[in-house]
């Protein structure tokens, strides 16, 4: 079955530069979902997108922004990057805005240097 | 949003049945509950939600007393892939569009 894409899967930036993570959903599925995972920690929710709208929103900075296309795919841009910002960011996706099953991708593996 | 609580860790061996509670005493009238699994460096991965009494699919069961005030995953027969982090956790199901993922239980199955 097909499942939730995310590439690059692996990102190197230094620091101030600007990054791109792209998420492709489930087909047919119509909500997406950021994440983001320090080292050692939990995930956190960044932002969500239901029908190409903002449907929540977590502890995403000022620095990054996201949408969602008229596909369904969805980019997370990164701006100034920073040290902390080092993190995999898992997209999910899942069939509606309710609070349902979410389905992961592999994630991204940023680092910034 | 409901906080949830459960033991940072439990061991356990291949064979045996793993039961890992969650707290959740503020849960709302419209809160479901739902448990994710975590391999190291992968997305988590859904496991079993529910609302009220017992939910059983083909990998786990979850059971929810009356006053649903807290839950219990419980994993039949465990293997060493098992291993893994799992994290519950309580949302309105008719207004919440993300998983708020609070401190997981690290569960270890030995040989």
């Known amino acids: 079955a097909a499942g939730v894409i995310q590439s690059p899967r692996h990102l190197i930036k230094e620091k101030r530069e600007t990054a791109t993570l792209k998420c492709y959903p489930i087909?047919?599925?119509?909500?997406v979902y950021w994440y983001q995972q320090g080292p050692g920690q939990d995930p956190q929710f960044l932002i969500s997108f239901y029908e190409k709208m903002q449907s929540d929103k977590g502890s995403i900075p000022d620095r990054f922004s996201a949408q969602q296309f008229s596909d369904y795919h969805s980019e997370l841009n990164m701006s100034s990057l920073e040290l902390g910002d080092s993190a995999l960011y898992f997209c999910a996706s899942s069939l509606s805005r309710l609070y349902n099953e979410q389905f992961f991708g592999p994630g991204t593996r940023l680092t910034v240097l | 949003l409901a906080k949830t609580t459960q033991p940072i860790s439990m061991d356990s061996y291949e064979g045996q049945e793993v039961n890992i509670t969650c707290s959740h005493n503020n849960i709302a009238t419209n809160d479901y509950i739902t448990w994710y699994q975590q391999f190291p460096s992968q997305g988590p991965r859904f496991i079993i939600q529910g609302y009220k009494t017992k939910v059983t699919n083909e990998v786990a069961s979850l059971f929810i007393p009356a006053d649903r005030k807290s839950s219990t995953l419980s994993l039949p027969r465990v293997s060493l892939s098992d291993t893994a982090v799992y994290y519950c956790?309580?949302?309105?199901?008719?207004?919440?569009?993300?998983?708020?993922f609070g401190s997981g239980t690290r569960l270890l199955v030995r040989p």
């Open positions: 087909p047919r599925h119509d909500t």
């Open positions: 956790l309580v949302g309105d199901m008719d207004s919440s569009y993300k998983l708020i």
